[in-house]
């Protein structure tokens, strides 16, 4: 199936540092999620992005909609250890309810 | 919040046996419960769509005779894999769609099944 291309694939950085990462298709989305996933959990929401250009903060974390709604971005401020963990990007098209998967970004945070 | 379980957290079976994973909605009703297959290192991949009441609607590639999902009542979805192989071991997840209002509705993830055929 198809999925979503994230880049980086994986992060190794200081705490305190800023990150960012992206979220890329060839096909238009209506909605662009973000969530967070822990070893041997499920993923969490982070962030839901409705609309083209809007930009929405959660605490440190920042996403925008892309204008051509084929990217997404997402942002950590000032990153902590408990940062640590793969997140991955997901969207949907068209009408349907079935979300799609990014490749996933995977983070660690030196203390 | 909303919170989907899952059981059970680990299974191991030996192969040719079936395994049933159960996930439900604690504390709503979720109309749709998808299930997803997550191997090592990779994305999750939606397996199939459950709804309350019909048949399950499968993603290409997956087979439904192996891949059995019953969605009983609005809060439990059961999937079972029927006589499992080590190519299914795999860290498998649901989750719950609460809402009837289309695609921003919120999903809600269980914690997963770590299945492991020896």
Known sequence: GQQLNQSPQSMFIQEGEDVSMNCTSSSIFNTWLWYKQDPGEGPVLLIALYKAGELTSNGRLTAQFGITRKDSFLNISASIPSDVGIYFCAGHRGATNKLIFGTGTLLAVQP | ?118
Not at chain 2, 8 to 34: H, N, W, Y
Request: charged share 20%; with cysteine; proline share 3%.
């Open chain 2, 1 to 118: 919040g909303a919170v989907v379980s899952q059981h059970p957290s680990r299974v191991i079976c030996k192969s040719g046996t079936s395994v049933k994973i159960e996930c439900r909605s604690l504390d709503f009703q979720a109309t749709t419960m998808f299930w997803y297959r997550q191997f090592p290192k990779q994305s999750l991949m939606l397996m199939a769509t459950s709804n309350e009441g019909s048949k399950a609607t499968y993603e290409q590639g997956v087979e439904k005779d192996k891949f059995l999902i019953n969605h009983a009542s609005l809060t439990l979805s059961t999937l079972t894999v029927t006589s499992a192989h080590p190519e299914d071991s795999s860290f498998y997840i649901c989750s719950a769609r609460v809402g009837t209002s289309g695609n921003q509705d919120e999903q809600f993830f269980g914690p997963g099944t770590r299945l492991t055929v020896l």
